[in-house]
């Protein structure tokens, strides 16, 4: 009995060990500041981080060393991951957790295609089954791994006033699907209410619908009318990049973001 105490106490001694270790080293990311050579890289690559307020770039610099302890990066058709992809597609990720407690916590890898690249998706229709190719830009998979064309993340970071940014799209999906499903229904800030949120999504999206199919222009892309967390992601895009066009054409969406996000972009 005296030797299973012993046991027992050795196994919490080292699970409060590798615990405090891993904290410090977590805080030791945080609180550290990013090389002159990665500040260069993402005021080149993702303008955007330079209209973040003063307050929250030394957040950023932190999530984005964590992130990058954290995630793995691997080419794809022969492409040599560079720093300068690894900093701009994890500053780009980062934007969107700078300020809130939200993290990939199931992200482990980031696949990076030099261009668009084919995927296959599978349809069901009753006993029918259909498989069929389909180019794609970018990628979620429930827990990992996110999937990214770099010429369109490059681009999409580059010109940052557009509301497309297929890095914002996919982590966006990687957000919502820490609730438990990618459905357009994210994990709620600590001041948001899911009936306020959903009345407000379902009756932006079933209007976003209706313009779509009647062809008339729409400030979120129309690919939001594909189902409810095609919305979401493209609404994430929009908020962050035309946040001003986002509060004039849905002030509800945008307040709703706003507060799951914890920033105001339409004042920076």
């Known amino acids: 009995m005296t030797v299973f105490f012993i046991v027992l106490a050795m196994g ?65 058709n022969e492409l040599e991951i560079t720093e300068e ?27 990076v295609y030099p261009s668009a690249f084919k995927s296959k998706q599978t349809q069901h229709n009753g006993y029918v089954v259909i498989e069929r190719e389909i180019v794609r830009t970018g990628e979620s998979w429930s827990h990992g791994p996110v999937i990214l064309s770099w010429s369109h993340s490059q681009q999409g970071a580059a010109n940052d006033t557009d509301g497309h940014n297929v890095v914002f799209h996919e982590f966006a999906h990687q957000i919502d699907d820490l609730s438990g499903r990618t459905d357009g229904v994210p ?51 929009v908020f962050f990049e035309k946040p001003a066009s986002l509060m004039r054409e849905e002030p509800d969406v945008y307040e709703q973001l706003s507060m799951l996000f914890q920033l105001d972009p339409v004042t920076w």
């Not at 770039?57 to 954290?70: T, V």
């Not at 990720?93 to 890898?109: G, K, P």
């Not at 400030?219 to 409810?228: H, K, L, R, S």
């Open 12 to 76: 919490a001694f080292a699970w409060m060990a590798k615990h405090w270790s891993n904290r410090r080293h977590l805080q030791r990311l945080l609180s550290k500041p990013m090389s002159e050579d990665q500040r260069m890289i993402i005021e080149k690559q993702v303008p955007i981080a330079s209209k973040l307020p003063m307050d929250l770039r030394s957040k950023l610099e932190g999530k984005i060393n964590r992130f990058l302890d954290q995630v793995q990066f691997t080419g794809c």
């Open 85 to 111: 992809m690894r900093v701009s597609i994890a500053a780009q990720a980062c934007l969107l957790v700078v300020n809130t407690d939200t993290w990939y916590d199931n992200l482990t890898t980031v696949l």
């Open 187 to 237: 994990n709620l800030g600590p001041s948001q209410k899911f009936s306020d949120w959903a009345r407000v999504f379902e009756a932006a999206y079933k209007k976003h619908v209706q313009l779509v199919q009647k062809g008339h222009p729409t400030v979120i892309d129309a690919y939001g009318a594909e189902g409810y967390e095609e919305f979401f992601a493209v609404s994430v895009e």
